[in-house]
């Protein structure tokens, strides 16, 4: 009777435990590293995730404007929609962080984020960071 009553406890256990809908691999909190794009120089970026939205920094024009924006992530797929108005005449800027990109964690915890267009690719290495003072124009709620 013990038995039948532990088997019962335990067939419980494991049909009451289901999956829940919790990404855990969301992108949230402060990441650091490199952005490459075809055959020109690597260069520093930072991006803050909060809330589906994101804040970004890059160190030189060749990278895309960060900005600010919105994303949505799925398993494999992270899509972002730049909602930065330029108010300057900057031609150099380069595109608006856009569209969407693969992405994988690696062993190490860093993610890889890249888009390939034809032959032309760009690729994030990042890696969470605590110190939110890495990217400028930190979002802040309305």
């Known amino acids: 009777m013990k038995q039948i009553f532990i088997w019962i406890c335990m067939l419980w256990l494991l049909f009451s435990c289901g999956k829940s809908n919790v990404n855990l691999n969301s ?6 590293g490199y952005f490459h794009r075809d055959s020109k120089d690597t260069v520093q970026v930072s991006l803050l995730f909060q809330e589906n939205q994101y804040s970004g920094y890059r160190e030189k024009k ?12 799925n ?3 992270i899509l972002f929609a730049g909602t930065s108005n330029r108010t300057y005449q900057d ?7 856009n ?5 994988e ?5 860093s993610v890889r984020m890249w888009k390939k267009n034809g032959s032309n690719w760009e690729e994030f290495i990042l890696r969470k960071s605590s110190d939110e003072s890495l990217v400028y124009g930190i979002i802040t709620k309305k």
């Open 99 to 103: 569209g969407a990109y693969s992405y």
């Open 62 to 73: 060749f990278c895309p404007q960060l900005g600010r924006g919105t994303f949505e992530q």
């Open 105 to 109: 964690i690696n062993a190490d915890g």
């Open 27 to 32: 992108f949230n909190g402060t990441y650091v």
């Open 91 to 97: 031609k150099t800027a380069g595109p608006m962080l």
């Open 75 to 77: 398993e494999h797929n």
